[in-house]
């Protein structure tokens, strides 16, 4: 049973930077890809950023790019997402995904950027 633990979350303020972490059970180059999504307070979860295991190409949503970044240590088996320069509307919960035949979920981890 695959699983993924999400850590790094918390409050920041407006222009802070936060990492997130995705820990999982599972090599990460097992999955064909790994990524973030989010989802804030009464809308759809969206996509913020993807990793691909083979190559290492990433995708990411337009209102992230330049802001965020995905990276991965092969070693600790763990994804982060680097965030800077944070805006209120990056408040959500971020939910780390890895796909294989299925898609995989961790728990989620709250950020909360205030104005």
């Known amino acids: 049973q695959v699983q993924l633990v999400e850590s790094g979350g918390g409050l920041v303020q407006a222009g802070g930077s936060l990492t997130l972490s995705c820990a999982a059970s599972?090599?990460?180059?097992?999955?064909?890809?790994m990524g973030w999504y989010r989802q804030a307070p009464g809308k759809q979860r969206e996509l913020v950023a993807t990793?691909?295991?083979?190559?290492?190409?990433?995708n990411y949503a337009d209102s992230v790019k330049g802001r965020f970044t995905i990276a991965r240590d092969s070693a600790k088996n763990t994804v982060y997402l680097q965030m800077n320069s944070l805006k209120p509307e990056d408040t959500a919960v971020y939910y780390c995904e890895a796909y294989k035949y299925r898609e995989y979920w961790g728990q989620g981890t709250q950020v909360t950027v205030s104005s």
């Open positions: 599972a090599s990460i180059f097992s999955f064909n890809t």
């Open positions: 990793i691909r295991s083979d190559g290492g190409s990433t």
